[in-house]
């Protein structure tokens, strides 16, 4: 167990719906981060919140939203779902959002959502 | 621009043979960290090691080495006496000095036969 909690695991809806994923980072932990994995894209990047405020953002649709709350736990919005959007997503934590390069992120077991 | 690339697809080895899992970055920094993680069949990533730009020195953890050399841009990683357990999708990924994002390469998937 790493520490990082998702919710829901699996996640199995239709095109043009939306959905949230729920993530709770490692106690401690900061900083939190939002991945994409599919088969086409590999593992890409969305967006980095540190103590509620976005520190980064990457390849992130406008129809996807992020937040991190003052407990700390995040929440990715999916909306107008896409078959194309059938993916692993995971949420990775650390310590602190130094945009150092140093940090080792420590990811949660994912939430895989199909959109059918 | 930043890139890392994994050019082993799969790779299937059997139990107690040592496999290397190869990784070829690109950046324009000087100061940038490399990293590899294993995503075994239950699909969570696990760390492995951190290495930075400036440390070049190999690094020896069990079964696991890794080999840096800034000359040929390349984070290589060996499995010594690989077993069963080790089957699994190997990243290899890069982050710069002035991000915490992380870059991944496309994986390896080690296959180890009993």
């Known amino acids: 167990d790493s520490g990082v909690t998702q919710t829901p695991k699996h996640l199995i809806t239709a095109t043009g719906q939306r959905v949230t994923l729920r993530c709770s980072p490692r106690s401690g932990d900061l900083s939190v981060y939002w991945y994409q994995q599919s088969l086409d894209q590999g593992l890409q990047f969305l967006i980095q919140?540190?103590?509620?405020?976005?520190?980064a953002k990457g390849n992130i649709l406008e129809r996807f939203s992020a937040q991190q709350f003052p407990d700390l736990h995040s929440e990715l919005n999916l909306s107008s779902l896409e078959l194309g959007d059938s993916a692993l997503y995971f949420c990775?934590?650390?310590?602190?959002?130094?945009?150092?390069?140093?940090?080792?992120?420590?990811f949660g077991a994912g939430s895989r959502l199909t959109v059918l | 621009a930043q890139k890392v690339t994994q050019a082993q697809t799969e790779i299937s080895v059997v139990e107690k043979e040592d496999v290397t899992l190869d990784c070829v970055y690109e950046t324009r920094d000087t100061t940038y960290y490399l990293f590899w993680y294993k995503q075994p069949p239950s699909g969570e990533l696990v760390f492995l090691i951190r290495r930075n730009s400036f440390d070049e020195q190999n690094e020896i953890s069990g079964r696991y080495s890794w080999n840096f050399q800034k000359s040929t841009s390349s984070f290589n990683f060996t499995i010594t006496a690989s077993q069963v357990v080790d089957s699994a999708v190997y990243f290899c990924a890069l982050s710069e000095a002035d991000t915490d994002k992380l870059i991944f390469g496309t994986g390896t998937r080690l296959q180890v036969f009993p």
């Open positions: 990775a934590s650390s310590v602190d959002g130094s945009h150092s390069g140093a940090n080792v992120l420590t």
């Open positions: 919140y540190y103590n509620g405020e976005e520190r």
